[in-house]
């Protein structure tokens, strides 16, 4: 089924571990976003991307990494994990930049824990 | 700065009752709004949205929203609930900033009672 992926879907990582967040999408679209969701305060924006090759920061993106080399893959690195990026971490796909059309559609999260 | 206001943290309704979520936004420009379910340990699914026109939308599993500019609001209305609409409801609002980006509400959580 068309739609975003997400991987892993559970993680647990010691602080000061670095990982990779997966995320692959098949609906051909520009605009993907890393979210992370946090309990009271929504989801905040880490990162953006407008095209492969195009990425930019959001409004929390310290101590997160991002690349686009491709339309299709988009993954979010943690470079040392802390105990304060422990959150469910949500990748989105929209083909227009303010989730025109079908708006944004959203991977089913990653929920990381950090010991 | 743009933010977007869910007031009921938690709202319970009795099953094939009406039920309103209210969310306020606040943004200088014409807003993009959108609602998103998400039922536990899911993502995210787009319920409705709202770029122009017609002010009252319809969604997806007989939800629909109005939007009122003059009060800045924008909220989710279903005349029967159903036990499976249990979830938490998330209003958000797509601004020109970050490459255009989602600001979200904190969320609503709808319990149902039977």
């Known amino acids: 089924n068309a739609g975003v992926t997400q991987t892993p879907k559970f993680q647990v990582l010691k602080t000061g571990q670095s990982m990779t967040l997966q995320c692959a999408q098949d609906?051909?679209?520009?605009?993907m976003s890393w979210y992370r969701q946090d309990p009271g305060m929504g989801l905040r924006l880490i990162h953006y991307s407008v095209g492969a090759g195009i990425t930019d920061q959001g409004e929390v993106p310290n101590g997160y990494n991002v690349s686009r080399s491709t339309t299709e893959d988009f993954p979010l690195r943690l470079l040392s994990a802390a105990p304060s990026q422990t959150s469910v971490y949500f990748c989105a796909s929209s083909y227009s930049p303010r989730g025109g059309g079908s708006g944004y559609t959203f991977g089913s999260g990653t929920r990381l824990t950090v010991v | 700065a743009q933010s977007v206001t869910q007031p009921d943290i938690h709202i319970t309704v009795s099953e094939g009752a009406s039920l309103e979520l209210r969310c306020n936004y606040s943004?200088?420009?014409?807003?993009?709004l959108f609602w998103y379910v998400q039922s536990p340990g899911q993502g995210l699914q787009l319920l409705l949205k709202y770029f122009s026109g017609d002010t009252l939308v319809q969604g997806i599993k007989g939800f629909e929203a109005e939007f009122k500019r003059s009060q800045s609001s924008f909220n989710l209305r279903k005349p029967s609930v159903h036990w499976s609409d249990a979830a938490e409801y998330f209003c958000?609002?797509?601004?020109?900033?970050?490459?255009?980006?989602?600001?979200f509400g904190a969320g609503t959580i709808l319990r149902v009672k039977s």
């Open positions: 958000a609002v797509g601004v020109k900033e970050y490459g255009n980006k989602l600001v």
């Open positions: 943004y200088g420009a014409t807003p993009y």
């Open positions: 609906m051909n679209h520009e605009y």
